[in-house]
């Protein structure tokens, strides 16, 4: 074995580490990344949210609090911060590991009376928020889109009867009525931002629904339920929400509405609000009903890689 | 003296591979076993009279080495200091067991050892090959995530103590040789 030989190898591996560490360098985030939130809290007295960013490995940021325009104070519940004899603060928490990045949570938790929501039907809503990091500077951040409805306090018409989700990024909730309705909308919320990532059907098909009933009775799903869980959308019982021509849609007392639900499993953003279902009562009164939802997208090395290539070119 | 210095460099080996840390000192400090090399070494450049860059790099590994005693490999954070620190030592290690092997080689031929001479040609090959690769793939690791990594990392650290054990019986073999018969100077000539 010749002495050259040797020395060429360790010019390769010298070549080697720099062009490995420029790479690790040029991944590297000037600050954490706020994922984009699409949530929606119909105020009780307490809603909590969790938002997701991305950090370097590398020195990882930790939030320690967070300001946003508008509201008095925001309580900063860092999951991953246990208490007790056991617990390791050095420890680095994250939700998930990617080549240059964790991703990590934060998770807010609002009170009433520190988000003014003082008229009936009135909303509050934030896009940016400051955050403030252990050891770093603070960033205004882009979060998607946050709102926050009062309560709707009034005696709901449907009585839920079976409400699932999964991870295959559908869910479904089956309700009865209490009393005789009649369904003039179905919507979601922030049409414009997130139409092409989410899409619900409605189904009224009450001679197949009646079986549900036996839920009560037994707890055993029927057959076509349990199948229509593996269909594809398009064959899913139901019809769209945004055909036209289904409204108004008229139910007796003790008649089923089901509502599937289906989200864009390669978006990137994260979803909790609810289903609007609008309609009148047998005496025309205005009737309103939530159907809530939550789904979280499973991110790809790819997807980060995006995600990082769309919000640092924006700026 | 010669085989004592097969002797020295097997046991200066034994040092550097093995860490055993109690309450975070290593009871087999890695300076000590780059100096048993190093003079080990000595004995057996002196009787060759070959040059003496090997000597030079177990020398400045005596030196360079000293803050392994307090440092624990697995303590390591990924890229920081330490991790280039251990990353250089590696290369250095390399470049020792380069003169290692060619003073083997030396000595296989001088004593015309033939199938000793094969045995230590091929090793010397496929260890300084196998390594340099192994060393060349280590700073992909820091564009990796966890389960790439600690996959490469399970995979060169079996590989590369393997190889290390075969480096290591190899020398063990040099080191049982007797001086006796080799007294005649006209038969020691260098490279």
Redesign the interface.
Do not use: A, G, H, K
């Given at each position: 074995m010749k002495e050259k030989l040797l020395w060429s190898g360790i010019i390769l591996i010298l070549i080697s580490w720099a062009l490995n560490y420029a790479f690790f360098q040029s991944k590297q985030l000037a600050e954490p990344i706020f994922l984009d939130h699409y949530y929606i809290g119909y105020q009780d007295e307490m809603q909590s949210f969790t938002f997701y960013y991305l950090t370097n490995k590398q020195d990882p940021h930790e939030v320690t609090h967070v300001q946003i325009d508008g509201i008095d104070s925001v309580f900063v519940r860092n999951d991953d911060q246990g208490y007790g004899f056991w617990h390791d603060s050095s420890e680095i928490t994250f939700d998930r590991e990617y080549r240059h990045h964790y991703l990590k949570t934060v998770t807010l938790e609002f009170n009433q009376e520190d988000i003014p929501l003082n008229e009936p039907g009135s909303s509050f809503s934030f896009e940016k928020m400051e955050v403030f990091f252990t050891n770093q500077p603070s960033i205004v951040a882009d979060v998607g889109m946050v709102s926050f409805y009062r309560a709707y306090d009034q005696e709901t018409v449907f009585e839920s009867r079976m409400s699932s989700g999964s991870n295959q990024h559908r869910s479904e909730e089956a309700m009865v009525s209490k009393e005789p309705v009649i369904i003039e909308d179905i919507s979601v919320p922030f049409p414009e931002e997130i139409a092409e990532d989410i899409a619900v059907k409605v189904n009224f098909d009450q001679e197949r629904l009646k079986e549900l009933e036996v839920l009560k009775a037994s707890g055993s799903l029927p057959r076509w339920l349990e199948e229509s869980r593996e269909l594809e959308r398009e064959k899913t019982p139901g019809i769209l929400i945004e055909t036209e021509d289904v409204y108004p849609i008229k139910l007796n007392a003790n008649e089923w509405l089901q509502l599937y639900m289906y989200f864009n499993p390669k978006r990137t953003s994260y979803f909790e609000f609810s289903v609007l279902i609008k309609g009148k009562s047998e005496s025309g009164e205005t009737i309103e009903y939530l159907s809530p939802m939550m789904d979280q997208p499973d991110l790809e090395q790819q997807d980060i890689d995006m995600i990082i290539a769309g919000k640092e070119g924006g700026k | 003296m010669l085989c004592e210095g097969f002797r020295k460099i097997f046991w200066g080996l034994i040092f550097v591979f093995i860490e055993i840390h109690i309450i975070a000192i290593d009871i087999l400090p890695d300076p000590v076993g780059y100096f048993l090399i190093y003079s080990g070494m000595n004995l057996v450049n002196n009787h060759f009279e070959v040059g003496s860059r090997g000597n030079f790099i177990a020398l400045v590994l005596v030196y360079f080495s000293l803050p392994t005693v307090f440092l624990q490999n697995t303590s390591i954070e990924?890229?920081s200091g330490w991790f280039f620190y251990l990353?250089v030592m590696g290369?250095f290690n390399?470049?020792l067991a380069?003169y290692i092997?060619q003073i083997m080689v030396l000595f296989a031929t001088e004593r015309k050892e033939n199938n000793l001479l094969r045995r230590t040609?091929t090793t010397?090959?496929v260890y300084?090959i196998s390594m340099?690769l192994i060393?060349?793939?280590?700073?992909?690791a820091?564009?990796?995530?966890?389960t790439?990594g600690t996959g490469y990392f399970a995979f060169s650290a079996a590989f590369g103590l393997m190889m290390n054990i075969i480096f290591l019986v190899l020398l063990s073999k040099f080191s049982k040789f007797s001086d006796n018969y080799f007294e005649d100077p006209s038969r020691t000539k260098g490279e």
């Open positions: - | 990924q890229i990353s290369i390399l470049v380069f092997f040609v010397f090959r300084m340099l060393t060349f793939f280590e700073p992909f820091m564009n990796m995530n966890l790439e």
